[in-house]
């Protein structure tokens, strides 16, 4: 039984299996709207550098406190301090040409986020500021489980996205989808959730095997290892007829490395109607503590060009999806002996999508004062992450948050999407 429960988990969620969709399965891939509300969450795991990547360059402080790593502020505007912008010790590709994009006149986009400012513009990618969690351990772990958890300082099994789906007897088997080897503690829970790391690797060539581990799990006396047998076998069966039909992103949407690979793969599969609900993709590598401005604008151009890259693959369906970026902390307000940062507390996070009220930063700015640093050294956290996300569950997605976010109590609403 234990080894059936592990080919499962193993294999259930990146196997694929020859032969076309049953009848039921095409007319339930049919019968997924492309109306449907989506929710995708991004996670920044390494703790990202809010202070680098929306830049508060009207703070005089800001640029006291880093002044080799700090960002220049748009052209056109001096650095608030006595040095100038080229005095920073800022490499190349921030230099001359390359400073921050300007948002509302105190916030600016770090250069490597370019893609962005159109979605900006066009009123569909907003910015909160200041955002994190109340627990400060500073600890990768804690602090990544606490918000896939939806929870501040206690870890549960399952997590906040599986918690927000909503009971449904049709739902599709790839209602919840992890683009991502296996099934994040974000999407684990009562819900089905499956894991894509690759759609090309849902293949199993002898059908043979493929029928013999189908009978097994049908044939179980466990109720629930049958069931999660029936749903992994139904998903897979949908891939590999999504697998049939070839598929090219429009012109124009340029995946950008292992993130936007992923990305582009989600866009095939909402593309393909086959019930996406809620999805769940990370990027790596937000941990700087040496050499930032070395490290970050490659991280940064990755997310935001395939950002970018995903909302204009989606085109008009981007009505209905809200994508929502976080991470654990952010990182020390001050920079290291090392021209890096330490692990910090407040951070910043990112919404695009149609539904959302964009061309806007959110949140109250703490400031950068000693007073005004948490802990004398950390951004402080004025809007707890389960504000946002709480926001989202409610207005986009249209469900309860009674026991999304176990023991919050959510504040007046920001306003980040539209009804």
């Not at 490499?91 to 390359?98: K, M, R, T, W």
């Not at 009978?215 to 047998?229: C, V, W």
């Not at 207005?395 to 999407?417: C, I």
Request: charged share 20%; aromatic share 6%; glycine share 10%.
């Amino acid at each position: 039984m234990n080894h059936r429960r592990r080919f499962l988990r193993a294999a259930g969620m990146t196997l694929g299996l020859l032969g076309t969709m049953p009848a039921w399965l095409a007319r339930a891939a049919e019968q997924a709207s492309p109306r449907r509300k989506i929710l995708i969450a991004v996670f920044q795991r390494g703790a990202a550098d809010g202070l680098n990547i929306v830049v508060p360059f009207a703070e005089k402080r800001y640029y006291e406190l880093r002044p080799r790593i700090a960002i220049p502020p748009p052209r056109g505007i001096a650095v608030p301090v006595a040095a100038s912008a080229s005095a920073l010790a800022l490499p190349p590709q921030l230099q001359g040409n390359n400073t921050s994009i300007d948002l509302d006149g105190r916030f600016a986009l770090h250069p490597q986020l370019q893609a962005l400012k159109p979605l900006w513009d066009a009123g569909e990618f907003a910015v909160v500021q200041a955002t994190g969690s109340p627990d400060n351990s500073r600890s990768h772990f804690d602090g990544q489980d606490f918000m896939e958890c939806g929870m501040a300082s206690q870890k549960t099994s399952d997590g906040w996205l599986n918690r927000a789906l909503t009971a449904s007897a049709t739902a599709s088997p790839l209602r919840a989808v992890a683009m991502g080897t296996q099934v994040p503690r974000t999407l684990s829970g009562n819900s089905a959730a499956v894991a894509v790391d690759t759609l090309a690797k849902f293949q199993m060539p002898d059908q043979g095997a493929a029928a013999m581990f189908e009978n097994m799990y049908a044939s179980s006396s466990d109720s629930g290892l049958k069931a999660q047998g029936n749903e992994t076998f139904e998903a897979v069966r949908m891939i590999e007829a999504v697998l049939k039909q070839p598929y090219q992103p429009v012109p124009g949407a340029t995946y950008v490395g292992d993130f936007g690979r992923r990305m582009r793969q989600l866009a095939q599969l909402i593309k393909s109607n086959v019930g996406v609900e809620v999805a769940f993709a990370e990027t790596n590598g937000w941990d700087h503590h040496t050499n930032e401005n070395g490290q970050l604008p490659g991280v940064l151009n990755e997310l935001g060009g395939s950002l970018a890259a995903f909302s204009h693959d989606m085109g008009s369906r981007m009505a209905d999806i809200v994508i929502v970026t976080m991470s654990e902390f952010g990182r020390t307000a001050a920079e290291s002996g090392n021209q890096g940062t330490d692990h910090g507390h407040g951070s910043m996070m990112m919404l695009l999508g149609g539904p959302v009220k964009g061309g806007k930063v959110y949140g109250k700015w703490p400031g950068l004062e000693p007073e005004q640093l948490f802990e004398g050294r950390d951004l402080a956290v004025t809007t707890d992450f389960r504000e946002v996300l709480g926001e989202l569950v409610r207005e986009h997605l249209g469900a309860k948050t009674e026991g999304v976010f176990p023991g919050f109590t959510a504040g007046a609403p920001l306003g980040l999407v539209r009804s």
